[in-house]
C-alpha cells in the first residue's frame, strides 16, 4: 500500500509538474495573466499608438543628434508626450558625455579624375584643417589588411578600408561592419594615417547615402579626421584605385568635440499595484543620427516600448509590478545613457524582474531568446506560447542579452531577453539619410508592440522572478 | 491561254510582293544586309564595348554639368575616345547656351518643427538672396490646383506643389511630372510667389535624393528660387501641412546664371562606302546633371550609339551609307545641342536617311516605332524582324520621334525611328544622386547596342530611302 500510495503520490507531482509546466519552486505566469496577455497581445496587433508615437516623434522633432538643440527638443517633446498618454511618472536622469558636432563635410578625388564624392563623418571624426586635407589614397579589401600593412605604407596617407555587407535577418555581417568602421579608425591613426574613409558599413549597393557611426575614438588627442563612402562612390573610389594611378583625395570635414554636453534619459512608469518598486524594464533609445529623421533608429524602439506600456496602463487594472519605459540619452556614440543608467541603478539590479530593449528597426520581431535563472525556463515557455502565434519562435539555446542600453543592466545581473526583429532592410537605411518614416511598416510595428505588451504583462504578474543578482549571467555570451 | 496567263502573271506578282514584302518602288534592306545585321545583332549581345564606354565615362569624369568643368573635361574625353575607337571622322560642332551654375543649396523647416530638408534647386532657378530666403508656405495637390488658386493666398508666399508619378515601362508620369517642375515655377512666378518648391518628379518613395531638372524660366529677370524636395521630405512637409499650423520655410540656394557659354556637340563617323554624304544618325547627350554621374542619363545613351557605330565599323567593310553619333550638348537644359544641331544642318535633311537618340537610361528597347514614308514601313518591318528575337515589338500603330535631340531634326523632317526603352525604374534614378554607374546591367546595355548596331546597319544599306524631306512629318504627333 504504501508503496503504492508513494507512486501515487509521484505520478500526481510529476502530473503537476507537467500541467503547470513547472516544479513548485519554478517561477510561473498564473493562468488568469496568460490569458489577459493573449487578449492585449490581440488588441495591440491591430493597435496604432505606436506608429503614431514615432510618426509624431520624427516628425515633429525630426533628426535628433545627442547634445544638438534637436535632441533637447526630443527629450521636451518626449516628457510632453509621455505624461498626454497619461503614464503614473515622467521623470529625466541626468546623462553626462563628450558633445561631438558635425556642420559641414565634403569629399572629392582630386586625381587622376576629379569629381565630388558622396561622404559623411563618422562619430568622434576630427574636423579637417580649415580649407580641407589632401593627400594620396592607401586602399586595403579590408581591415585585416590595413592591420597587416607595414605603417610605412599608410603614414601621411589617407587610409580606405572596403568592406562588404550581405542583407541579413539577423544582421550579423554588422560585426564585421561596425569593427571596420569603430576599430578601423583608430588602427589607421595609430599607424600615422592623416585620415580614415570607409565604404559604408550597409547594403544598400545603388543609394548614394552614406552610412555614419562611431569610431573607436576615446579622446579628441587621437583622432584623425574619420569618414564613409556611400556604397556607390566606394565602388567608384575603388575603380579609380584600379586604374593604378595614384590616387589624391580632398577631405573637407567641419565636425569635431566641444566640450561635456549633460543630456537626460527621459522615463515613464507604469506603477505596479502590488510591488511598485519592482520593475519591468522596456525601452529604446531617443537620440539619433543627424542624417535621417531616426524613425527605424531609434523612434521605433521607443514608441514600441511607449506603446507596449500604454496598452498595459489601459487595462483594467495596474499590473502586479512596476512597467519602466526607458528613452536612452545618446545610445549612438557609445551606449552613454545606457552606461549611466547601469552606474545609476546597479544596486537596485535584484528588484529588475526582467527587461529588454527594442533598437533593431521596425521589423517583426521572430526570434525571443532569454538569460534567465534555470527555475524561470518555464514561465519564458509560458511567454513563448503567448508569442508563438504572432510568429515569435523561442530559441531556448541562446542567452538573451537586453538590447543596445539595457546590456549594461544585463551586465549587473539584471534578468533579460533579446526579442530579434527581422533586420533583412535594416543596413539599407541605418545611420543614413534614409532613416526615415516611410521605412516603418504599421502593421510590423504594431507586432513588435503586441510582443513588448504581452511579455512585460506577463512578467510584471508572475509568481516569482527571472533571476536577476547581482552579477548574475556574467557569463553567458550575450552579445547585444 | 491569255486570260490564264494573265491570272498566272498576276498571282506571281502577288507572290513576289508577299515574298519581299515590298511593291516595286519600295524601300527594301537587301538580303545580303538583313543576314549581315542579324550576325551583327549577335556579336553586339555579348560585346561589352558599350559597357566599357560608360563605365569610363562616368569613373574617369563623372558629373558633367553643361558648361562646368568637367563638361569641357567631357567633350576631351570623348574626342580621345572617339579618336581611340577609330572612327573615321571625329569633330565638334559649337553650341551656345545661357551658363547656369549650381554652388550649394539647403533648405529647413523653420516652424513649426524646425529641421533639414533634402533639397535640389532647378535649372534656371534663381538664387535666394545671400543668407537665404524665409517665408510661409502654401502647398496645393498638384500643378491644376496651383493655376486656379486666387494670386492673392500665394504672393510674398513660398509654393509648393505635390506630385505622385508611377514607376510604368513607357514611363508617361513623367508628363505630367515634368510639367509640374517646368511650368509650375513659371506660374507660381508670374502669381507672385517669392520662391516655388516641389515634390521631386521621381517614383522613388523612400530615397532622400531629390531629382533636379530644368524649369521653364526663360531669362534670369522672370526667374524665382526654385527646388525640389526628396519624396521622404515632401511626405514630411505634407504632414507638417496637415498639422494645420503655419509653416514656414528657409531656402538657401547658391545657383544662378551666369553669362554665356559655348560647348560642343561631338561627333564621330563611319565614312559611307558609297553614299558617304547620306547619314544614319544616332546619338546620345553627353552633359548631365551634377547630382549623379550621367549613366543613365546619359552616358548610356552615348555609349549605346558609339558601341553600336565602332561595331558596325569592325565589319569586313565600310557600310554604304553613313553612320553619325552623335553626343549632343546640353541636352538637360532645354535641348540646346540638338536645337543648335537642327539649326546647323536643316537644309541637309534630305541626306538624312534615318535617325534616333537613346536617352531614356539602358533598360533593354521593348518596342520600335516609325515615322517613315509609307514606302519605307516594309523595311522598317524587315528591321522589326531582325529586333523582335531580342525583345523587340514593332508597333506600326504610333510615330517615332527620333529621342530628345534628335527631335529637332525630325521636326525638321528626318525620318524618324522611337527604340522605347523599359523605363520602369528610370524614374527612381533620374536626375539625381543615384544617377551611377551600378544602375546600368552590362546585359541589357548590349541588347540597347544590338538594336542601334542592327537597325542602323540596315538602313546604311537599304536599297531607297525613308522619306525624309524637309517639312515631312510635321503632324505624326510625335512627343519625343
Known amino acids: 500500500m504504501r508503496h503504492t500510495v508513494r ?17 513548485a519552486r519554478d517561477t510561473v505566469i498564473p493562468d488568469k495573466a496568460v490569458a489577459a496577455a493573449t487578449a492585449l497581445r490581440d488588441r495591440a496587433m491591430n493597435d496604432i499608438t505606436g506608429y503614431d508615437f514615432v510618426a509624431g516623434l520624427t516628425t515633429e522633432v525630426g533628426p535628433r543628434l545627442a547634445g544638438s538643440a534637436a535632441d533637447k527638443r526630443g527629450v521636451e517633446w518626449t516628457v510632453a508626450k509621455f505624461k498626454a498618454m497619461g503614464f503614473d511618472k515622467v521623470y529625466t536622469e541626468k546623462v553626462s558625455y563628450p558633445l561631438w558636432e558635425r556642420r559641414s563635410e565634403h569629399a572629392q578625388i582630386v586625381a587622376p579624375y576629379p569629381q565630388p564624392l558622396a561622404v559623411t563623418a563618422l562619430g568622434y571624426s576630427a574636423g579637417t584643417p580649415a580649407g580641407g586635407l589632401t593627400a594620396q589614397v592607401v586602399a586595403f579589401d579590408d581591415l585585416a589588411a590595413l592591420k597587416a600593412a607595414d605603417p ?19 544582421g550579423h555581417d554588422y560585426g564585421m561592419g561596425s569593427a571596420t ?36 575614438f576615446k579622446d579628441p588627442a587621437e583622432a584623425i579626421p574619420a569618414a564613409a563612402l556611400s556604397l556607390p562612390d ?50 529604446g533609445h531617443l537620440d539619433s543620427w543627424d542624417l535621417g529623421t531616426g524613425a527605424i533608429d531609434d523612434g521605433a524602439g521607443v514608441a514600441i516600448a511607449a506603446a507596449a506600456a500604454k496598452l498595459i496602463k489601459d487595462m483594467p487594472q495596474r499590473p502586479d509590478r512596476t512597467i519602466r519605459v526607458i528613452a536612452f540619452a545618446n545610445e549612438e556614440m557609445g551606449l ?5 543608467y547601469a552606474d545609476a541603478h546597479a544596486k537596485e539590479v535584484s528588484t529588475f524582474q526582467l527587461g529588454t530593449e527594442s533598437d533593431f528597426g521596425a521589423g517583426r520581431v521572430w526570434r525571443m531568446t532569454a538569460s534567465v535563472k534555470p527555475e524561470a525556463r ?32 544585463h551586465a549587473k545581473g539584471m534578468a533579460a531577453l533579446s526579442l530579434t526583429q527581422d533586420g533583412t532592410n535594416y543596413f539599407d537605411y541605418h545611420h543614413n539619410a534614409n532613416d526615415t518614416l516611410d521605412k516603418i511598416d504599421p502593421k510590423d510595428l504594431a507586432q513588435n508592440v503586441a510582443v513588448y505588451a504581452a511579455f512585460a504583462y506577463m512578467a510584471a504578474q508572475a509568481d516569482g522572478n527571472f533571476g536577476s543578482a547581482p552579477g548574475a549571467f556574467a557569463n553567458d555570451g550575450a552579445h547585444d
Open 152 to 170: 610605412a605604407t599608410v603614414k601621411g596617407k589617407i587610409v580606405y578600408v572596403s568592406t562588404h555587407m550581405t542583407p541579413q535577418k539577423d
Open 234 to 283: 566606394a565602388d567608384q573610389l575603388e575603380r579609380v584605385v584600379k586604374s593604378g594611378k595614384p590616387v589624391t583625395l580632398k577631405l573637407d570635414l567641419d565636425v569635431g568635440f566641444k566640450g561635456t554636453y549633460q543630456g537626460e534619459n527621459v522615463i515613464a512608469e507604469v506603477t505596479g499595484r502590488k510591488h511598485p518598486d519592482e520593475v519591468v524594464a522596456i525601452g
Open 336 to 340: 552613454w545613457g545606457g552606461r549611466a
Open 378 to 409: 518555464n514561465a519564458i515557455a509560458q511567454i513563448a506560447k503567448v508569442l508563438e502565434p504572432i510568429g515569435v519562435a523561442y530559441d531556448a539555446s541562446r542567452p538573451g542579452g537586453g538590447g543596445s542600453d539595457l546590456s549594461q543592466m
Open 7 to 23: 507512486l501515487h503520490a509521484l505520478a500526481a507531482c510529476v502530473a503537476l509538474a507537467f500541467s503547470a509546466h513547472a516544479a
Open 181 to 216: 568602421r569603430t576599430a578601423g579608425a583608430v588602427v589607421a591613426a595609430k599607424m600615422g594615417a592623416v585620415a580614415y574613409l570607409l565604404r559604408s558599413a550597409g547594403t544598400d549597393p545603388h543609394s548614394r547615402t552614406p552610412h555614419t557611426g562611431v569610431t573607436g
